[in-house]
Each structure stands twice: as C-alpha cells, then as structure tokens.
C-alpha cells in the first residue's frame, strides 16, 4: 500500500511539473510573439499582406524566436537563407524589424509571382521558388550544386511532393481556415486572395495536432531554390 501511494505521489508530481512547464512554455511563446507583433503588423500593412501568413511562417520557423540559426544557415525569426537574405538587403537576420520586413517583402513577390496562391506561395518560402516552378511545369531543375530537382519531370501543380513542405503548406492554410493565428483578437490587416474569416485568438497547438506537425528543429527551410 505505501508502495503504491509513493508512485501515485511521484505519478502527480510528474504531471504537476508537465503541466507548469507547459504553462510556462506557452506564457513565453506568447510574450515572444506580442514583442514582434508590432513589426508584423507594420510590415503587413507596408506591403499589403496578410499579417496572419507572416504570423504562420514565424511561429513555425523560429517560434519567434530571434537568435535561431538552422543546420543549413537560415538565420533569425524568419530563418532567411544568406543568398535570400542578400536578394533583399538583409544585413542583420537576427534583427526581427528588418527580418520580418524582408519577409513580408519576398512573400509579396512570391504572391506576385504565383498569382496570388497563398499555398504556393508559402510552398515556395519553404522549398524555393525553382522547386514550385518545376513542379508546376515538369521541367527538372539543375541547381547550382549540380543536384536536379524533379529528375523525372513530375507535375504536382506546383507544390513540391515533399513531406515537409506539404506539411509546412498545411499547417499555415490551416491556421488561416481555423482563425487561430497571433496574439491578438482581431487581424489588423485587411484578408486577402480569398481568404474571408475574422481573426481571433491563437491556438497554434490545435492547428499542430490537427495537421500532426511540430516544428521543433530551429527552422523548416528547405535548400532548394
């Protein structure tokens, strides 16, 4: 009996201490999140985006944060890639105004240039802009590394059959279907390409287990431009 006691005791201790890290964990995702909330915002409106989508693609590349490296180089809350980062004048990555201008200035040209297809779009941000062109066309793509992309000429219709960039694709979508995206009530955006629904408050983790994806690696970016 006391035997049993001690491992329920130690079996609630255990989940108590789960809980607290839970709570303190979700506390500092959200305090990151309000602390870039006005550069999103601003830079949404700038280029006259949706601020929800770079809401999205923050949370799941650095979950906000602004120190994040990746094992392939992506840099900052946006984890921009030096060549990418160098299209667009990005000198400090790691600063989260500047950072997440330039993105909002790339996911404007990636809208532009797929027609205004959010996923393609957010596919591109993820795989590259060559990967979603060769995929849409069936025509291979050598990169600079001699490495081809779509050896085999696939057409998908643009998204590339990777795992994880179709997660990557579904996670934001739905994020935007669920209006479960930023740390505040109301989008301060108007919507755009379709997209009609009213903002409220985030609940990330539901789109996570909905869609079984968990950016836990520093960034999502894929080498493939």
């Given at each position: 009996m006391v035997h049993r006691i001690l491992c329920l005791t130690l079996m609630l201790i255990s989940v108590i201490a789960t809980v607290a890290a839970q709570e303190r964990h979700d506390r500092?995702?959200?305090?990151?999140?309000?602390?870039?909330?006005?550069?999103?915002?601003?830079a949404a409106m700038r280029y006259g985006i949706d601020a929800r989508i770079l809401r999205a693609i923050c949370f799941i590349e650095s979950r906000y944060r602004v120190n994040v490296i990746s094992p392939k180089g992506a840099r900052?809350?946006?984890?921009?890639?030096?060549?990418?980062?160098?299209?667009?004048?990005?000198?400090?990555?790691?600063?989260?105004?500047?950072?997440?201008?330039?993105?909002?200035?790339y996911f404007r040209d990636l809208l532009r240039k797929f027609s205004g297809r959010v996923d393609l779009a957010v596919a591109a941000y993820n795989a590259g802009e060559g990967a979603v062109n060769s995929f849409m066309t069936g025509k291979p793509?050598?990169?600079s590394?001699?490495?081809?992309?779509?050896?085999?000429?696939v057409v998908t219709g643009g998204i590339p059959p990777y795992l994880e960039t179709q997660r990557y694709v579904r996670f934001v979508l739905t994020l935007?279907?669920?209006?479960v995206i930023g740390p505040v009530e109301k989008s301060d955006v108007p919507l755009r390409f379709g997209i009609s629904r009213d903002l409220?408050?985030?609940?990330?983790?539901?789109?996570?287990?909905?869609?079984?994806?968990?950016?836990?690696?520093?960034?999502?970016?894929?080498?493939?431009?």
């Open positions: 500092t995702l959200r305090e990151r999140a309000i602390r870039l909330e006005p550069f999103i915002v601003a900052g809350p946006m984890q921009f890639m030096p060549d990418t980062a160098a299209r667009y004048g990005l000198r400090e990555p790691h600063n989260p105004e500047q950072a997440i201008d330039a993105a909002a200035r793509l050598i990169l590394t001699g490495r081809i992309v779509n050896a085999r000429g935007l279907s669920n209006n409220t408050l985030d609940a990330f983790d539901v789109a996570e287990r909905s869609q079984k994806f968990s950016p836990r690696r520093a960034s999502s970016f894929i080498e493939v431009q």
